[in-house]
């Protein structure tokens, strides 16, 4: 299939054009009269040839409002784009069809799809587009706006295939942590998918983005639990900290001179009260240390 580029054609200011076709029919109709009363059919008959061409001619005038272009085709064959603004006239026999250049957007519906781990997933996004190209908008797909619509949801499939919906390492994008770059693969998925029908799409961006009803439950549970462990390590950590410090305090010090069971047991002690989740209630020993 032979690809059709946007080209410029020219066009005719269209309020000259139109006075002109005015002028005609007016000069026409005035002949027709003049010429009828005296009985003279030969000038007659050039009036109405020349109010008949008037308003042919007037066939030519159209509108072009700003951000949008007109497209001409003389009996199928592409001949030009026109993008002056205002009043315009060309040949009476061109075809003419207005493309909007002007940016819209859409929002796809929830998609349920299976992101790169498996889990079914609800997903939508948010697509601004325009159209670059009115030629290639026009005759390299059927209905460019229905193109635009099918075209982006099956790229906003494709690309949470390719995603876990949640981070596992550090270094791995996810569909829910990194909304930036996220956003960047998904137009750049779309933009590859319009590139022929002349679109340009100028922003995309999830609006959307859930486990499936069947398995939020379970799937929120399984983050509360790596929430509460991630926690608890970062808890452990410190308190170890603290219990070192402790202990290399009272040794440096001389404070008190432990033996390794004696150690074990204050190390023991000291992590449960820093590591419990619930107040301590500790036991003094009021009489000798051993």
């Given at each position: 299939?032979s690809?059709?580029?946007?080209?410029?054609t020219?066009?005719?200011?269209?309020?000259?054009?139109?006075?002109?076709?005015?002028a005609?029919?007016?000069?026409?109709?005035?002949?027709?009269?003049a010429?009828?009363?005296?009985?003279?059919a030969?000038?007659?008959?050039?009036?109405?040839?020349?109010?008949?061409?008037?308003?042919?001619?007037?066939?030519?005038?159209?509108?072009?409002?700003?951000?949008?272009?007109?497209?001409?085709?003389?009996?199928?064959k592409?001949?030009?784009?026109?993008?002056?603004?205002?009043?315009?006239?060309?040949?009476?026999?061109?075809?003419?069809k207005?493309?909007s250049?002007?940016?819209?957007?859409f929002e796809?519906?929830?998609?349920?799809v299976n992101?790169?781990?498996?889990?079914?997933?609800?997903?939508?996004?948010?697509?601004?587009?325009?159209?670059?190209?009115?030629?290639?908008a026009?005759f390299?797909?059927?209905?460019?706006?229905s193109?635009?619509?099918?075209?982006?949801?099956?790229?906003?499939?494709?690309?949470a295939t390719s995603?876990?919906?949640?981070?596992?390492?550090a270094?791995?994008?996810?569909?829910?942590?990194?909304?930036?770059?996220i956003?960047?693969?998904?137009?750049?998925?779309?933009?590859?998918?319009?590139?022929?029908?002349g679109i340009?799409?100028?922003?995309s961006?999830?609006s959307?983005?859930a486990?499936?009803?069947?398995i939020?439950?379970?799937?929120?549970?399984?983050?509360q639990?790596g929430?509460?462990?991630?926690?608890r390590?970062?808890?452990?950590?410190?308190?170890?900290?603290?219990?070192?410090?402790?202990?290399?305090?009272?040794?440096?010090?001389?404070?008190?001179d432990?033996d390794?069971?004696?150690r074990?047991?204050?190390?023991?002690?000291?992590?449960?009260v820093?590591?419990?989740d619930?107040?301590?209630?500790?036991?003094v020993?009021?009489?000798s240390?051993y």
């Amino acid at each position: 299939m032979s690809e059709i580029r946007e080209k410029d054609t020219g066009s005719l200011p269209g309020i000259p054009m139109l006075l002109a076709c005015l002028a005609l029919i007016i000069l026409g109709a005035y002949l027709f009269i003049a010429f009828v009363r005296v009985g003279s059919a030969i000038p007659a008959i050039g009036g109405v040839a020349a109010a008949l061409v008037g308003l042919a001619m007037m066939a030519g005038v159209y509108t072009v409002a700003p951000n949008q272009s007109a497209v001409m085709s003389l009996f199928g064959k592409y001949i030009g784009t026109v993008d002056e603004t205002g009043l315009r006239w060309n040949n009476i026999f061109y075809s003419k069809k207005k493309i909007s250049k002007r940016v819209r957007n859409f929002e796809s519906g929830k998609l349920k799809v299976n992101e790169l781990d498996g889990s079914p997933i609800e997903i939508a996004a948010i697509v601004v587009w325009e159209v670059s190209d009115s030629a290639e908008a026009v005759f390299n797909v059927d209905d460019y706006e229905s193109f635009v619509q099918i075209q982006s949801e099956s790229a906003i499939r494709a690309m949470a295939t390719s995603y876990p919906y949640d981070q596992h390492s550090a270094d791995q994008i996810s569909l829910r942590s990194h909304p930036d770059e996220i956003s960047e693969r998904l137009r750049h998925e779309i933009q590859e998918r319009l590139a022929k029908a002349g679109i340009h799409v100028i922003e995309s961006r999830i609006s959307h983005l859930a486990y499936s009803p069947e398995i939020a439950g379970a799937m929120l549970q399984r983050q509360q639990a790596g929430a509460i462990i991630a926690a608890r390590k970062k808890i452990v950590e410190g308190a170890v900290g603290i219990v070192e410090d402790a202990l290399v305090e009272l040794k440096s010090k001389g404070l008190i001179d432990l033996d390794p069971e004696r150690r074990a047991a204050m190390v023991s002690n000291l992590l449960v009260v820093l590591c419990s989740d619930k107040a301590t209630q500790p036991v003094v020993n009021t009489g000798s240390l051993y």
